[in-house]
Structure formats: structure tokens, C-alpha cells
């Protein structure tokens, strides 16, 4: 009778932690279920479908911050039968990727209802998508891992081919499931060679059976770092494995896009952090390899998105450059580094995603993404103009926006850190100053030049779509806050990796087992 009680105790707590997931489900099958009862697809119903993701997402989103606040000392502790981990970490991740696939759902709608009269997949497309992200943000399991890894990605390559009538969708679609189903091939290959030489698929028992290889160079211990990095960095979209970013970013709708450069990022980040933290500290070439990394992604991401004339183009290599930056604290490796890379993330949510969502509104105006149509907008829409100044002022890394500071905790991590990497920094730096150009290059263009005729022709009296213009103001609102408050949304974020840190095993061996 104990037992059977103590195994109820422990399925409770399983299904407690995993309760968001559960919502976010059980909406998904919801969606799909309306979409084949909604046979006219009116304004009516796509309306309708809008708002019950909403409800869904919001719930689970809900459900989360109740669970976080139901156990303030946060202790670390496995669920699922050690497949996942409830920890500080996997909580603030998990509420990150809600918030992201909320303002997606929200910035979507309207484009969605002029481009296609199939609304509703979307919808539970991106909701799979992002329960695959929270399924990787708290794996302590590698199967964990792939299941998680499988359901981003494969939902992502349908959600980058979603206007199937338009070639560069198909194109994009294509593109992205040859790139992708070869990096998850090499994934796999490197998780191989992890279990095989650890002989478990669990991180605790992998974290304990490799800390014997660590400071040890062997080939088949290199060969198992690059495979795993080199896929990992394929997710990341990081120079060179960032080959698929802009033809996809340009081709998907720019709902997608908005979502692959920032929810699918987040969930990608998440697992590199924590397979970086548990599993692989300490381990030889990793910290040069990012280095490398880091270097190539900031210097290939800037300068190339100098060039670029379609603004969807240039966002995806400005996606490419951020994550050069934000490498440079997994190359210290240190809680304070890490930590500003959570907080980083936060950041980055919301001033990408805004700066999406002003794309998609200036699309819907003018049906154009050509950076040059973007000329004299102020005359037309100053609230636009002023929004997406705040995001493109943010994304430089200019003061008071949360940008800035998120720049300036992680730089100064690095050199608090390891002082060897100052050199690192000032890239970094340099790279930035980079960045101002093609970044307040589109503000200029906004607000000094003549009206393009595309401006011309947007209709004097036209609202804005009430999703889209919540979702707007929920960005700007998020990314000054972030940056007002940026001590104590960092102290979380240091603390939640750790935690990470407080897993790693105790190195019992300093040379190969034969």
C-alpha cells in the first residue's frame, strides 16, 4: 500500500511538471479539430481560431508561472522517470517559448488571412513547434533530446513550405529539410559515439561516465565534439553552418521566419547550454571550436547583411551575427557568462520578434519586403516608424533598450570570466559598430527620405489589426522593460544556469579507461 502510494505521489508530480505541455496539447488537437469543423474558413472563424490559440498558449503559460510559484527554493529534481529535469533553467526556457509562440500567434493572424485560407494548421503547426522546444529546454535524457529536436524541426520544415502555392515557400521548405535531415544526421552519428562511450543514454550517468575523458585529447573524443557542436551550430543557424538561414528566412512567410529566428533559437540554445553544462565541461577543443565559431558568426553576419536589399535577408544575417555574440559566453563557460546568454535570449525575443511583426505589418501595407520601399514611411505610419526604431536601436545594442545591456552584462562576463578573452570582446565590439550601419541605415531611410511609392500608395485610413498592434506594443513595452529592470531579470537567469553547474560530477580520472 506505501508503494502504490508513494507511485501515485511521484505520477502527480510528473503530470504537474509537465502540465503546461499538457495544455499546449491538448490546444493543439483543439486547433485541429475546429480547422475540419470550420468548412467556409470566414473572417469569423479565422478570428476565432486566433483566439483560441491564444487562450491555449496563455493558459499554459499560466500554468507555468503557477508551478514556478508553487516551490520558491526551486530544488533540482528529475521527472518522467529521469527523462526530464524540473530546475530553475528548464522553468525560465519554457517561459520564454511560450512568450515567443503568443506574440507569433498574435503577429500572424493578419498575414495569414491575406496570403492563405488555411489558418488554423498554422496555428497547431507552431504550437507542435514549440512543445518540441520545451521538451529540449528540460531533456535529461538523449532520447529526450531527439524527440524534442525532431518535433521543432520537422514541424518547422512543413511551417517554412506553409504558402505551398508560392515557389520561394517551396523552395525555402525544401532547402530546409536537406539541410536539416543532415544535421540531424551528424547529430545522431556524434550521440552515438556519446553512448557508446558512456553506455547510458541519461545525462547524470553520461556526466559521470565521461568525466573520466575529460582534459584527455583521443580522436574519437574530438570526432564526438565536432559532431554534436556541428549540429548544434546547423540550429543555431552559426557561421558557416548558416548556409540555410537567409534562402529560408526569405522564402517561408514571415510569420515563420519570425518564429525560426527566435522560438526555435531559444529551444536550440537552451539544450546546447545544458549538454555544455552537464555533460561536456572541460572537455578539449570545445571552448576553440566556439571561438572560432563566434568569430566567423559575428564578422560573416554583419558585413554580409550590409549588402542585402530585401529586409528579411537582412534580419536572418542579423540572426547569424547575434548568435556570434552570444557565443562568447559559452566559450568562458563560466554561470555568469551562460547566464547572460539566458538573459540575452530574453532580450532578443522581444526585439526580433517586434521587429518581424513591423515587417509583417509594413508587408500587409505595402506587400513589399524591399528595404528601399521602406523610404519616407514616417509621412504614412510614425507609430510604425517609431516601433521599429525602437527595435532596430535595441537589436544595435544603442543605451537605455534592453539590447544595450544585454550586450554589456555578457561582454563584461567574458572578460570577468577569462581576461584572455578581451580580444574576443573587442570583435565583438567592433562587429557591433558594424552593425549601426545597416541597422539605422533603415531608420534613415524611414524617416529622412522622400515617400517610396509603395509608401504612396498605403490608404490614408487603414486600422491596424488589433493582434498585431497588441503584439507591437507588448514588444516595445518588453524591450525598455527588460532594460529598466535588467539586474534582477539577470540575477535569474545567472542563477537558473547554476544550477547546471551544481549537476556537474566530480572528476574521478584523469586518463582513458582501457
Given at each position: 500500500?506505501?508503494?502504490?502510494?508513494?507511485?501515485?505521489?511521484?505520477?502527480?508530480?510528473?503530470?504537474?511538471?509537465?502540465?503546461?505541455e499538457?495544455?499546449?496539447?491538448?490546444?493543439?488537437?483543439?486547433?485541429?479539430?475546429?480547422t475540419?469543423?470550420?468548412?467556409?474558413?470566414?473572417?469569423?472563424?479565422?478570428?476565432?481560431?486566433?483566439?483560441?490559440?491564444?487562450?491555449f498558449?496563455?493558459?499554459?503559460?499560466?500554468?507555468?508561472?503557477?508551478?514556478?510559484?508553487?516551490?520558491?527554493?526551486?530544488?533540482?529534481?528529475?521527472?518522467?522517470?529521469?527523462?526530464?529535469?524540473?530546475?530553475?533553467?528548464?522553468?525560465?526556457?519554457?517561459?520564454?517559448?511560450?512568450?515567443?509562440?503568443?506574440?507569433?500567434?498574435?503577429?500572424?493572424?493578419?498575414?495569414?488571412?491575406?496570403?492563405?485560407?488555411?489558418?488554423?494548421?498554422?496555428?497547431?503547426?507552431?504550437?507542435?513547434a514549440?512543445?518540441?522546444?520545451?521538451?529540449?529546454?528540460?531533456?535529461?535524457?538523449?532520447?529526450?533530446?531527439?524527440?524534442?529536436?525532431?518535433?521543432?524541426?520537422?514541424?518547422?520544415?512543413?511551417?517554412?513550405?506553409?504558402?505551398?502555392?508560392t515557389t520561394?515557400?517551396?523552395?525555402?521548405s525544401?532547402?530546409?529539410?536537406?539541410?536539416?535531415?543532415?544535421?540531424?544526421?551528424?547529430?545522431?552519428?556524434?550521440?552515438?559515439?556519446?553512448?557508446?562511450?558512456?553506455?547510458?543514454?541519461?545525462?547524470?550517468?553520461?556526466?559521470?561516465?565521461?568525466?573520466?575523458?575529460?582534459?584527455?585529447?583521443?580522436?574519437?573524443?574530438?570526432?564526438?565534439?565536432?559532431?554534436?557542436?556541428?549540429?548544434?551550430?546547423?540550429?543555431?543557424s552559426?557561421?558557416?553552418?548558416?548556409?540555410?538561414?537567409?534562402?529560408?528566412?526569405?522564402?517561408?512567410?514571415?510569420?515563420?521566419?519570425?518564429?525560426?529566428?527566435?522560438?526555435?533559437?531559444?529551444?536550440?540554445?537552451?539544450?546546447?547550454?545544458?549538454?555544455?553544462?552537464?555533460?561536456?565541461?572541460?572537455?578539449?577543443?570545445?571552448?576553440?571550436?566556439?571561438?572560432?565559431?563566434?568569430?566567423?558568426?559575428?564578422?560573416?553576419?554583419?558585413?554580409?547583411?550590409?549588402?542585402?536589399?530585401?529586409?528579411?535577408r537582412?534580419?536572418?544575417?542579423?540572426?547569424?551575427?547575434?548568435?556570434?555574440?552570444?557565443?562568447?559566453?559559452?566559450?568562458?563557460?563560466?554561470?555568469?557568462?551562460?547566464?547572460?546568454?539566458?538573459?540575452?535570449?530574453?532580450?532578443?525575443?522581444?526585439?526580433?520578434?517586434?521587429?518581424?511583426?513591423?515587417?509583417?505589418?509594413?508587408?500587409?501595407l505595402?506587400g513589399?519586403d524591399?528595404?528601399?520601399?521602406?523610404?519616407?514611411?514616417?509621412?504614412?505610419?510614425?507609430?510604425?516608424?517609431?516601433?521599429?526604431?525602437?527595435?532596430?536601436?535595441?537589436?544595435?545594442?544603442?543605451?537605455?533598450?534592453?539590447?544595450?545591456?544585454?550586450?554589456f552584462?555578457?561582454?563584461?562576463?567574458?572578460?570577468?570570466?577569462?581576461?584572455?578573452?578581451?580580444?574576443?570582446?573587442?570583435?565583438?565590439?567592433?562587429?557591433?559598430?558594424?552593425?549601426?550601419?545597416?541597422?539605422?541605415?533603415?531608420?534613415?531611410?524611414?524617416?529622412?527620405?522622400?515617400?517610396?511609392?509603395?509608401?504612396?500608395?498605403?490608404?490614408?485610413?487603414?486600422?491596424?489589426?488589433?493582434?498585431?498592434?497588441?503584439?507591437?506594443?507588448?514588444?516595445?513595452?518588453?524591450?525598455?522593460?527588460?532594460?529598466?529592470?535588467?539586474?534582477?531579470?539577470?540575477?535569474?537567469?545567472?542563477?537558473?544556469?547554476?544550477?547546471?553547474?551544481?549537476?556537474?560530477?566530480?572528476?574521478?580520472?584523469?586518463?582513458?579507461?582501457?
Amino acid at each position: 500500500m506505501p508503494e502504490t502510494m508513494a507511485m501515485n505521489v511521484i505520477g502527480q508530480k510528473d503530470m504537474l511538471f509537465i502540465l503546461p505541455e499538457i495544455i499546449l496539447t491538448v490546444g493543439l488537437l483543439a486547433i485541429l479539430c475546429l480547422t475540419m469543423m470550420t468548412h467556409k474558413k470566414t473572417r469569423h472563424e479565422n478570428a476565432g481560431l486566433m483566439q483560441v490559440s491564444l487562450v491555449f498558449v496563455l493558459g499554459s503559460l499560466a500554468a507555468l508561472i503557477w508551478q514556478f510559484a508553487q516551490q520558491p527554493s526551486m530544488e533540482p529534481e528529475t521527472m518522467m522517470f529521469g527523462a526530464l529535469r524540473a530546475d530553475l533553467f528548464s522553468y525560465v526556457m519554457r517561459a520564454m517559448l511560450l512568450a515567443g509562440l503568443g506574440i507569433t500567434v498574435a503577429i500572424s493572424h493578419a498575414f495569414l488571412e491575406r496570403n492563405t485560407k488555411i489558418i488554423g494548421d498554422f496555428y497547431a503547426l507552431v504550437m507542435g513547434a514549440t512543445l518540441g522546444g520545451m521538451v529540449l529546454s528540460a531533456a535529461n535524457d538523449l532520447a529526450a533530446v531527439f524527440i524534442g529536436l525532431e518535433t521543432l524541426s520537422i514541424t518547422s520544415y512543413v511551417l517554412a513550405g506553409y504558402l505551398r502555392r508560392t515557389t520561394r515557400s517551396a523552395e525555402a521548405s525544401f532547402k530546409y529539410l536537406v539541410y536539416g535531415g543532415m544535421g540531424t544526421a551528424i547529430f545522431l552519428f556524434g550521440l552515438s559515439l556519446v553512448y557508446g562511450l558512456s553506455g547510458s543514454t541519461n545525462f547524470s550517468d553520461i556526466a559521470t561516465a565521461l568525466a573520466a575523458y575529460q582534459g584527455v585529447m583521443h580522436p574519437t573524443l574530438l570526432l564526438m565534439v565536432i559532431m554534436v557542436f556541428a549540429a548544434l551550430a546547423f540550429k543555431l543557424s552559426i557561421a558557416p553552418f548558416h548556409m540555410w538561414a537567409p534562402d529560408v528566412y526569405e522564402g517561408a512567410p514571415t510569420p515563420v521566419s519570425a518564429f525560426l529566428s527566435v522560438v526555435s533559437k531559444t529551444a536550440a540554445f537552451a539544450v546546447t547550454i545544458r549538454l555544455l553544462m552537464v555533460i561536456f565541461p572541460g572537455f578539449p577543443a570545445w571552448a576553440e571550436l566556439w571561438t572560432i565559431l563566434a568569430v566567423l558568426s559575428m564578422t560573416i553576419g554583419n558585413f554580409v547583411a550590409l549588402k542585402q536589399r530585401n529586409v528579411k535577408r537582412l534580419l536572418a544575417y542579423s540572426t547569424v551575427a547575434h548568435a556570434g555574440y552570444m557565443l562568447t559566453g559559452l566559450v568562458v563557460g563560466s554561470s555568469a557568462g551562460v547566464g547572460s546568454i539566458v538573459y540575452y535570449l530574453m532580450t532578443y525575443l522581444f526585439m526580433n520578434l517586434g521587429a518581424f511583426a513591423c515587417v509583417i505589418y509594413f508587408g500587409i501595407l505595402t506587400g513589399s519586403d524591399d528595404i528601399e520601399s521602406y523610404r519616407g514611411m514616417v509621412q504614412k505610419r510614425p507609430g510604425l516608424v517609431l516601433a521599429f526604431s525602437i527595435f532596430l536601436l535595441s537589436l544595435a545594442g544603442i543605451p537605455i533598450t534592453a539590447g544595450f545591456f544585454a550586450k554589456f552584462f555578457l561582454f563584461q562576463a567574458v572578460i570577468m570570466s577569462n581576461p584572455a578573452y578581451t580580444w574576443l570582446v573587442i570583435v565583438a565590439l567592433l562587429n557591433s559598430t558594424v552593425s549601426l550601419a545597416y541597422y539605422i541605415n533603415i531608420i534613415r531611410l524611414m524617416v529622412v527620405k522622400e515617400p517610396s511609392d509603395a509608401v504612396n500608395a498605403i490608404p490614408a485610413h487603414t486600422s491596424t489589426p488589433w493582434a498585431l498592434g497588441s503584439a507591437l506594443t507588448i514588444s516595445v513595452a518588453a524591450t525598455l522593460l527588460l532594460g529598466v529592470f535588467a539586474s534582477q531579470f539577470l540575477n535569474y537567469s545567472t542563477e537558473s544556469v547554476k544550477q547546471l553547474v551544481q549537476e556537474r560530477p566530480v572528476v574521478v580520472s584523469q586518463g582513458l579507461k582501457r
